[in-house]
């Protein structure tokens, strides 16, 4: 199994095949990763299944997405969550749950097969954006530097993410990093994210851990 998985997770080159026209941003699909993915699992006689599984944290429904890849008797899993909106606009309930499935599937992959989501350094996308960036930095104007006191405030504010981020992992059953990315992505479709400072930032995201983590631990104290 370990040669076969890192056989598959050296040569595996999934393309960004989706483009977000309201962000100007490509993105890989879960379709995209299982379309590179197959050829890869043919030449090493492996299997790759997909399940999901609703699971209720507090109020909160999310869909736990498990990649399990076999080769012959060995066995190796992978699972990501991802929370069901309360509405969407243009969606039915079946649809919503199909896009936190879609998520959920997605960062289960990722980890498996140890796929990022930075900008393809030979893709147009990623040189459109180094050129625009670098266009912002010269007309945009500096940053205020933060106090040493409000730099210790952000570092404190960060370790009791990361604290909470252990605990959410234990009470859940999953890894420390799936729940964190999932914690930043709720973070970033907040509409007050993009225009908060960093201690702002650390802040919705201390608030989004302490209350998933008081959910886990209510739904266990049931």
Do not use: C
Request: aromatic content about 6%; glycine content about 4%.
């Amino acid at each position: 199994m370990t040669n076969s998985l890192l056989n598959i997770q050296s040569k595996l080159i999934a393309p960004k095949g989706q483009f977000n026209s309201f962000g100007k941003y490509a993105y890989r699909s879960t379709e995209d990763i299982l379309k590179a993915v197959k050829p890869l699992l043919e030449e090493n006689n492996a299997t790759l299944t997909l399940t999901d599984e609703p699971v209720l944290i507090g109020d909160w429904h999310y869909i736990k997405a498990t990649a399990t890849i076999k080769v012959d008797e060995e066995v190796k899993t992978v699972s990501a969550y991802a929370r069901e909106s309360d509405s969407k606009k243009g969606m039915d309930t079946s649809q919503i749950t199909g896009t936190a499935s879609s998520y959920a599937r997605k960062y289960a992959l990722n980890g498996l097969f140890l796929i990022d989501d930075t900008k393809d350094a030979d893709s147009n996308a990623y040189h459109q954006q180094n050129n625009r960036s670098a266009a912002k930095k010269q007309t945009a104007k500096p940053k205020p530097q933060m106090s040493r006191q409000e730099q210790t405030t952000v570092q404190n504010k960060g370790k009791l993410f990361s604290s909470f981020v252990e605990q959410i992992a234990v009470l859940i059953g999953a890894e420390a990093s799936q729940v964190k990315n999932q914690l930043i992505m709720e973070a970033q479709n907040k509409p007050e994210y993009d225009k908060a400072n960093q201690n702002e930032r650390a802040t919705i995201l201390l608030r989004l851990a302490e209350t998933m983590k008081n959910e886990a631990q209510k739904k266990i104290e049931k």
